[in-house]
């Protein structure tokens, strides 16, 4: 097997553990968040039920944006932490052989 061909494979390794690393940081990030949340405060009884569905609604797209925000930062983070693992590794194997 060439070092391309090796450095190909460790390649599609690193990438496959960085989407494992980043879905166990979304896991982790919505536990945390999720009993960080206040309680909801106590709704007063209407008449009709147009204002509990708009706020259902606008709860909802809130907490879907702040989940969509998070999953863009742990990809972010995972593309960063590949780059850096494949660099550093190259310089290593520089290293190892003397250049």
Do not use: N
């Not at 494979?9 to 960085?18: E, F, H, K, L, Y």
């Not at 405060?41 to 907490?63: E, L, N, T, Y």
């Not at 999953?71 to 250049?99: E, F, N, P, Q």
């Amino acid at each position: 097997m060439s070092d391309i061909e090796k450095a190909a494979q460790d390649a599609v390794t690193a990438a496959r553990q960085s989407e494992q690393f980043a879905v166990m940081l979304a896991a982790l990030q919505a536990t945390q968040q999720a009993p960080a949340t206040p309680p909801p405060a106590p709704v007063q009884q209407s008449s009709g039920s147009a204002g509990k569905w708009i706020g259902i609604g606008v709860g909802a797209s809130v907490f879907l944006l702040t989940v969509a925000l998070s999953a863009v930062a742990v990809a972010i983070s995972a593309v960063s932490l590949t780059i850096c693992v494949l660099v550093l590794r190259s310089v290593w194997h520089d290293v190892r052989k003397g250049r």
